[in-house]
């Protein structure tokens, strides 16, 4: 009965984390629900294989295998994943980049955004570093829930720079990412009570050809950045 009861609960996770891989549209989140989905499924493959085969090493064999997937794919993450942020790094960013000019066209561009923290330097500078690394952790949540918005995809790109990508046809995307950003990112830093304004400057490029280059994207989006990030320094006539 133990054993019937274990069944129908791995077959209702993996129900449901089918459900929600077909929802998902972020690559790096559905690699997530898949590995719960083999993980469940080789276990409770085992376990209904146990129950009918009884005495045979079904299910010892179908868990070792489980694990090693799951080891497997931990390893991976960590390799993808940044340390301090949790978001995906720059080998990431360069893989799912390429990948998404590859797939973009006319009907659904691909928009590249690049920001960084204002005034980075100066909180490492006056705070210490460890202030400075919580404001990066701040301005990754607010990065990551802008992703989560937009169902795009988010990295660290090095120091206080981070990417976003979204796919959309809407001419306005750009703005409204933009805007989200600020407000997310001016958001964490409050619920984190981070002793100042956190906030970022921004730029983006979009991609509408397949031979579009990543670098090239990047420079576009670098230079309105920075032309975004001077127009903030400069005080008011």
């Known amino acids: 009965m ?12 993996i129900i449901h984390a089918v459900i929600l ?4 549209k972020t690559a790096y989140r559905r690699r997530d629900y898949i590995t719960q989905i ?19 090493p079904i299910m010892p064999l179908a868990i070792t295998l489980a694990f090693v997937y799951l080891f497997a794919n931990l390893l991976e993450g960590q390799i993808y994943n940044d340390a301090l942020t949790g978001l995906n790094n720059r080998r990431r960013a360069d893989e799912y980049v390429s990948e998404a000019i590859a797939a973009a066209n006319e009907d ?12 980075f ?4 500078d006056s705070l210490g570093h460890l202030e400075g690394d919580r404001a990066l952790k701040a301005v990754a949540r607010g990065v990551a829930n802008t992703t989560e918005d937009f169902h795009g995809f988010a990295a660290r790109w090095g120091g206080d720079e981070f990417v976003l990508a979204a796919n959309s046809g809407e001419s306005d995307l750009p703005e409204r990412v933009c805007e989200r ?7 964490e830093g409050e619920k984190d009570k981070i002793p100042f304004p956190l906030a970022a400057s921004v730029g983006f490029a979009k991609c509408t050809s397949p031979g579009d ?11 309105m950045l920075y032309k975004n990030k001077r127009n903030l320094e400069q005080p008011a006539a």
């Open 2 to 13: 133990t054993g019937l009861v274990d069944n129908i609960y791995g077959i209702a996770i």
């Open 21 to 24: 891989l077909v929802r998902e």
């Open 38 to 56: 083999v993980f469940i499924v080789l276990c409770t493959a085992g376990g209904m294989a146990d129950a009918i085969i009884s005495g045979t």
């Open 108 to 119: 659904n561009p691909l928009y590249l955004f690049v920001l960084d923290v204002d005034n």
């Open 121 to 124: 330097k100066s909180i490492n």
């Open 181 to 187: 950003l600020k407000e997310n990112i001016a958001r």
């Open 213 to 223: 280059k990543m670098a090239d994207l990047i420079l576009v989006a670098d230079k």
